[in-house]
């Protein structure tokens, strides 16, 4: 099985943002990138196959900047087999999902993983754009998959449980969360990543209509700054209690 994941450069979730001066975009010098939490447990679910079954071939690729070379680098050290880069600045997601599509169509995988959504946006576009694109059967927000002849059964958490569904090869899921969090790169992982070759081409290559973007940003903004928090220790329990709930209505305005 050959399982490919399209995965994205973010800001650290350690990273405090800041609003760029043109009020549209946040200030990129200083901060440190990784990828997407979301991808990084698409990883980890692809690597456990290839755990399994060490014919398992996983791929990554992003659609991004040059600086995203780097975060492909951190999915090889990971485990990963293959890595490729489209180059792009600022591509629309829309446009990202049809040169996805173009790799697609070239490497052939029989499963796609996405991470659900990505932690700078929260959109969750590409996946379901890109199945559209490729006419595959998708399934959304999966915990875990398991090879089954000619097929794949794909795990989502419900409520109370698990629904099971079965979709034919090739398929496409996008990945709430692995069994297992996602693992570190090993020292020998980082040596060998460091060796292998990241073919790259920019995405006029692909011939892909950049066109029509799904939307633009208006503004950014901080969210506002969060109060103090109130402690309430003096007096017996009913009196906090009282206390408590006053606050909750009068202050909070939650009741």
């Known amino acids: 099985m050959k399982i490919l994941i399209p995965l994205k450069q973010v800001p650290d979730s350690t990273v405090r943002v800041k609003v760029a001066p043109d009020g549209t ?23 456990e196959r290839k755990d399994a079954d060490p014919s398992t ?31 792009a600045e600022g591509a629309a997601p ?22 659900k959504q990505a932690s700078d946006d929260d959109q969750g576009f590409v996946g379901p754009a890109l199945a559209e694109l490729l006419g595959w059967p998708h399934v959304a927000t999966i915990t875990k ?12 958490e419900v409520e109370g449980g698990h629904e099971v569904w079965k ?11 692995s069994e297992k969090e996602p693992r570190y790169p090993s020292l020998p992982g980082i040596m060998k990543a460091k060796k292998k070759d990241i073919p790259e081409r920019p995405l006029d290559a692909l ?13 950014m903004e901080p969210p506002p700054a969060r109060g103090g928090g109130k402690i309430l ?22 009741l």
């Open 145 to 156: 998959v398991v090879p089954a002849e000619g097929a794949v059964e794909l795990w989502r």
């Open 57 to 87: 071939v996983v791929a990554v690729v992003t659609v991004g900047p040059e600086r995203s070379r780097d975060a492909l680098r951190q999915a090889l050290a990971m485990g990963c087999d293959e890595a490729s880069l489209v180059t």
């Open 233 to 254: 220790r003096d007096g017996d329990a009913k009196q906090i209690a009282e206390r408590l709930a006053t606050a909750l209505r009068d202050e909070a305005k939650v």
């Open 94 to 115: 829309l446009a990202v999902a049809r040169a996805l599509a173009k790799v697609v169509a070239e490497a052939k995988p029989d499963l796609v993983l996405c991470g």
């Open 207 to 219: 011939g892909v209509d950049v066109a029509a973007p799904t939307w633009t940003v208006v503004s």
């Open 167 to 177: 979709a034919p090869l090739p398929a496409l899921a996008t990945v709430h969360k």
């Open 25 to 47: 975009s946040v200030v990129t010098e200083g901060i440190t990138w990784s990828i997407s939490p979301y991808d990084e447990y698409a990883i980890e679910m692809a690597l």
